[in-house]
Every structure is written in structure tokens, then in C-alpha cells.
């Protein structure tokens, strides 16, 4: 049976969906944006959006008792592929010694106009 993680110090969702599913012994995130779980504010530029919404990712991963060490796949969404050096050293600082499988992505466009968003797949 599917359990909703819902987690207090994220930010609110913007639609309709929840912060995260756990299926068995796997959670499955919705993306996290750079927002402020208080202010619902999304941070100025590419670096501080990462960090905010890795932020955001780890409370999720906490609330269904899980780390960054249970992640095995992520997907980055950006809207500059050029920031992605950038986006790479801060990520590792959140994803130290094995890394999980990622994606890449360069969009079009992002949710209140964000420049980096971030989904990810975690198994306990």
C-alpha cells in the first residue's frame, strides 16, 4: 500500500500533488524548487535555488526516514544547461561518496519561473 509523505519543513506544493509516495520500501519525490518552506519564496539565482531545494529534497528524504545515501536515481531539471558546472559542485556536496544514477536536463521553462529543480528516487 502507497503511503503520502507529507513533509512540515518543505514548502507547501504550487498544484496538486504530494512531496512524496512511498511504495514499499521506495519513495518517489516529487521535484523540489528552490523555495523558501516559509515564505514559499523562490531563492535569487541558479546556486542558492540548488542548495534551497536540496534543502527541500533532505526534508522529504528525513520525513519518510530516509538521507541522501538512499537516493539511487535523481533528475535535474535546468533552465541554463550552461549552469551546470556550477550545479554539479554544490550537488556533490549533498551526494558524497557514491553517487546515485542522474539525469540532466536542460528545460524550456520551470514552475514560478526557477532556474533548477530536482526529483528523486529513494529505496530503504
Wanted: aromatic share 8%; hydrophobic share 45%.
Amino acid at each position: 500500500m502507497n503511503k503520502i509523505i507529507s513533509a512540515k519543513n518543505a514548502p507547501a506544493a504550487v498544484g496538486p500533488y504530494s512531496h512524496a509516495v512511498l511504495a514499499g520500501n521506495t519513495l518517489y519525490t516529487s521535484g523540489q524548487l528552490g523555495l523558501d518552506p516559509v515564505s514559499g519564496d523562490l531563492a535569487e539565482g541558479v546556486e542558492a535555488q540548488a542548495r534551497q531545494a536540496l534543502e527541500n529534497l533532505k526534508a522529504v528524504l528525513e520525513t519518510a526516514g530516509m538521507d541522501f545515501q538512499d537516493v539511487t536515481k535523481t533528475t535535474v531539471f535546468l533552465s541554463d544547461m550552461g549552469d551546470f558546472a556550477a550545479i554539479n559542485a554544490i550537488y556533490a556536496q549533498y551526494f558524497t561518496g557514491e553517487a546515485p544514477a542522474r539525469s540532466c536536463v536542460q528545460v524550456a521553462a520551470l514552475p514560478k519561473g526557477a532556474a533548477f529543480e530536482i526529483e528523486a528516487v529513494a529505496v530503504k
